[in-house]
C-alpha cells in the first residue's frame, strides 16, 4: 500500500461519493407522488425538488461526517472534516492495514496499525516497527508528500464542489428529456431516523439516495449498485466542529520516522 496509491484511493472515494449526489441531483424530475405514509414536508415535493433541496443542505454545511465504502475496493473511509480542510478520523485499506487521522491548519498526525507496518516493511522489520511505534502518531505537516496525499481526503470544500452538477454539460450529453426520471421511494429509517428515499434507474445502474424527513432535509445515506458492484457514502453529524484535540507531544514521533524506514528497505 503506497502512499500515493492510498491517498489516491481515499480522495477518489471521495469524489466518486460527491458523483454520486450530483449524478441524482441534476436529473430530470417525476411527477410528485401523493403518499399517505409519513413523508412529512416532503409529501407534496417531486422527486427532483428533494433531490436538490438536500443537495443545497450538502453545499451549505460547514462541517460532517463522511463514512464511505465499496465492494470494489477495501478502502473505507470515516472522517469528520469541515471547510477549513481540518479532520479526524481514520482510513483503512482492509487487510492492508488502517490509519487514524488528524489534520488541523497544515499540521497532520496519522497514527497505523500494526496491519500498516507489517504491510510495509517485510518481515520482522515490520513487526518491530509495529511494536515500537504502536501506540504513536506520526507528525508532519502537508507539505510532506506523504501526509499532503493523505490528509487530501480531509478537503469537505473540493467534496462539495465536486457534488455540484457541472454548468457546462460536456458536448453530446444526452438532452434533458432523454435523462431517466426520480422517483420516491416509500419512507423507511436510517440510524434512527425517518429517511425517505430518491431512486434513478438508468443503463443497469440503481443509484438510491435517502434523504431525512425530519428537520433539515439532509442526505443522509447514497447506495450505487452497477455491474454487480456496490458503493456505499453515509453523511451525518452536519455542522459539528471537527474536534480540536491534537496528539500530545509525548505520543508523537517525526513522520521522517516512516519515511527512513521505508527508504531502507526498499534499498536493502
Not at 500500500?1 to 450530483?22: D, F, H, P, V, Y
Not at 497505523?112 to 506520526?138: H, I, M, N, V
Not at 453523511?235 to 521505508?262: F, W
Amino acid at each position: 500500500m503506497t502512499s500515493r496509491r492510498r491517498a489516491t484511493t481515499a480522495t477518489a472515494a471521495l469524489t466518486c461519493g460527491a458523483a454520486l449526489i450530483a449524478g441524482v441531483a441534476c436529473t430530470s424530475a417525476a411527477a410528485a407522488e401523493d403518499p399517505d405514509g409519513g413523508e412529512g414536508d416532503l409529501a407534496n415535493k417531486s422527486a427532483q425538488q428533494i433531490s436538490d433541496d438536500s443537495l443545497h443542505q450538502l453545499v451549505a454545511a460547514k462541517s460532517l461526517r463522511l463514512r464511505t465504502q465499496t465492494s470494489a475496493d477495501p478502502t473505507k473511509l470515516d472522517l469528520t472534516l469541515d471547510r477549513a480542510g481540518n479532520c479526524t478520523g481514520a482510513i483503512s485499506k482492509g487487510s492492508l492495514g488502517r490509519v487514524e487521522l488528524v489534520k488541523r491548519g497544515n499540521q497532520v498526525w496519522m497514527k497505523p496499525d500494526a496491519a500498516f507496518w507489517k504491510s510495509q516493511l517485510p518481515g520482522s522489520e515490520g513487526r518491530d516497527a509495529a511494536e515500537k511505534y504502536k501506540d504513536t502518531f506520526l507528525h508532519g505537516t502537508t507539505k510532506d508528500t506523504f501526509l499532503g496525499n493523505l490528509s487530501a481526503a480531509c478537503d469537505l470544500r473540493a467534496f462539495q464542489k465536486s457534488a455540484l452538477p457541472p454548468e457546462n454539460p460536456p458536448s453530446g450529453a444526452p438532452s434533458p428529456s432523454a435523462t431517466p426520471t426520480l422517483t420516491k421511494g416509500r419512507p423507511t429509517t436510517h440510524e434512527g431516523a425517518r429517511v425517505l428515499p430518491v431512486v434513478k434507474k438508468a443503463q443497469g445502474a440503481v443509484q438510491t439516495l435517502y434523504v431525512a424527513i425530519d428537520g433539515k432535509h439532509y442526505p443522509v445515506k447514497l447506495t450505487a449498485e452497477v455491474d454487480h458492484q456496490t458503493g456505499t457514502i453515509l453523511l451525518s453529524n452536519y455542522d459539528t466542529p471537527v474536534s480540536t484535540k491534537t496528539p500530545a507531544p509525548g505520543d508523537t514521533a517525526d513522520i521522517s520516522v516512516l519515511e527512513d524506514r521505508l527508504q531502507g528497505s526498499q534499498s536493502a
